[in-house]
């Protein structure tokens, strides 16, 4: 299990990931209220701007602090042999 840095502390599954996305479009906005209504959205922003999203195979939304271009960059990270990096860039 692969665990992916989004921020502030905060793991997801790697491999449960579906689509990053920016917040910016309406369809997205429509998706982001519609997880809060079901209560399957996962705010990890601590307060912040959200400027990512990351939608998850479980129909969890997960709202994140940095650029969708870094989570993606970490998440690319091939694991190396040493036990920090199966965190996917925590130490990034």
Known sequence: MKLLNIGFGNLVQADKIIAIVSPDSAPVKRIIQESKDRSMCIDATYGRRTRSVIIMDSDHVVLSAIQPETVAGRADVQ????????????ND
């Open 79 to 90: 694991p190396e042999d040493d036990d920090d990096s199966l965190m996917g860039g925590i």
